[in-house]
């Protein structure tokens, strides 16, 4: 059987799949679809807890995962991320200009006001995020103008002092692992994933569902020690079509 999952690495210890957006990673009550952990059961064999799922993503979010193929490498590689030895590397674009890198240090937990959802909160666990801007960027005069093309002058005006033609692309470096946490703690800085139906606001995502499909969140790098051999390993996953193409919109 020929599995639908992209694999980037694998050998008789792990395996390194690129998830596609759309797919959960965890079965849970409230979840009827298929979800990751159910493809690694019946494609490739993995009777381990979750599926053997060395860490999470977010529904919508791509990229790079871990997955462990014994007892012993789930334990290890568990390990290596509670102690901080992993190294992530992540891809988002971000409303607004970013000049410099800089770092996030904020709690994360669970919304008062709404428990889909999480913000920064002196009661929650501890989260740290680093980021780098790559580049910024703008849409294309024709582009701009052919994704909002039924707008009239002073809707367009409003856009402009919205400043929505302004973007980063930003490399993240996560530190720790909670829920949603680079999306929250790139919201808190006031530039929040394009795409991001839960942190954008509502106004905002609509106006970016008209040219990015999803939330512009990829995992493009992971680095870590092999369980059995200790080598330390750097894996990656490509930027996915679908994100390329919102990119193509923009120029630098």
Known sequence: MVSSIKVIYQDDHLLAVDKPPHLVVDPADTVKEETLADILSSDFGIKLLRGGIVHRLDKETSGILLVAKTQQALENLQSQFKERKTKKEYLALVHGTVESAGKVEGNIG????????????????????????????????????????????????????????????????????????????????????????????????????????R????????????????????????LPEDLKAALNYLSS
């Not at 889909?116 to 910024?136: C, H, M, R, W």
């Open 110 to 213: 669970r919304n008062p006001g709404n428990r889909e959802k999480f913000t920064v909160l002196d009661a929650g666990k501890e989260a740290v995020t680093e980021y780098q801007p790559i580049s910024n960027s703008k849409f294309q005069i024709s582009n701009f103008q052919s994704i909002f093309n039924e707008l009239n002058k002073i809707q367009m005006r409003k856009l402009e002092r919205m400043k929505y033609n302004q973007f980063t692309l930003l490399k993240c470096y996560p530190q720790t692992g909670r829920t949603h946490q680079i999306r929250v703690h790139l919201k808190c800085i006031n530039h929040p994933i394009v795409a991001d139906e839960k942190y954008v606001g509502r106004k905002m995502y609509r106006l970016d569902k008209r040219w990015c499909p």
């Open 215 to 238: 939330l512009f969140l990829h995992a493009k790098k992971i680095g870590f020690y092999h369980p059995t051999s200790r080598e330390w390993m750097e894996l990656e996953s490509e």
